[in-house]
């Protein structure tokens, strides 16, 4: 059985949203993580998670960002249905599946001539926090390492935002290999902020995010 059958059944647990919040939220979440890469991009940061992965690739080698992202998360969704269930995965793959294209789409309806890179960082943090937030809370995710960070957290009571800001740390880390030490800091400044935002909004019995 998994985490997520463990929990209050749907048709009788008051907290449970709705189809069309649900949609709602995916496409709200989606699209604010969809702006926060996209300030990452144009000031040249990484991030952590599989989307820092892909941030690592497509500096490294050229490859669209979107379709890196996409197959980055393909291994995680086997964990996510076998530990947190059917409804968290799929919904999970379809949030991917959306910021994919939503991140491959945006530079063609956001252009943006500049940006401070310490203002990107701080600023794509936030929003890319509070989407991954708004999809914590609506039974989806990122896929990668936020699969994890869920799992930890209601399984061992390890808060999700500090799980993954340590798992954030280890891929900017590895950042060293494609970026300069100033665009590494302000990196690491982009994962705090978005990782402030997972630990003080989304602690274990406040909110669940199944």
Do not use: C
Request: proline content about 4%; hydrophobic content about 60%; overall charge positive.
């Amino acid at each position: 059985m998994s985490l997520a059958d463990r929990l209050p059944h749907a048709d009788t647990d008051p907290r449970r949203h709705g189809l069309v919040e649900d949609a709602f939220a995916l496409a709200t979440g989606t699209l604010l993580v969809a702006l926060g890469f996209h300030m990452f991009k144009l000031a040249g940061l990484a991030t952590g998670g599989t989307a820092g992965v892909a941030f690592l690739i497509h500096y490294a080698t050229g490859l669209p960002l979107s379709a890196v992202f996409f197959v980055a998360n393909l291994p995680f969704y086997v964990f996510a249905w076998m530990a947190l269930g059917r409804t968290f995965t799929i919904r999970t793959f379809l949030a991917v599946a959306i910021l994919s294209v939503e991140t491959a789409l945006l530079p063609r309806v956001v252009t943006i001539s500049a940006v401070d890179p310490v203002y990107a960082a701080v600023m794509g943090g936030l929003q890319i926090g509070v989407g991954m937030l708004v999809l914590f809370r609506h039974k989806a995710s990122l896929g990668g390492f936020g699969v994890m960070a869920l799992w930890l957290q209601e399984t061992r009571g390890w808060r999700a935002g500090t799980v993954q800001m340590a798992l954030d740390a280890i891929v900017v880390a590895a950042a060293l290999w494609v970026l300069d030490p100033m665009r590494i800091a302000l990196s690491i400044l982009g994962v705090v902020a978005l990782n402030l935002v997972l630990a003080i909004n989304h602690r274990p019995g406040r909110y669940s995010g199944f």
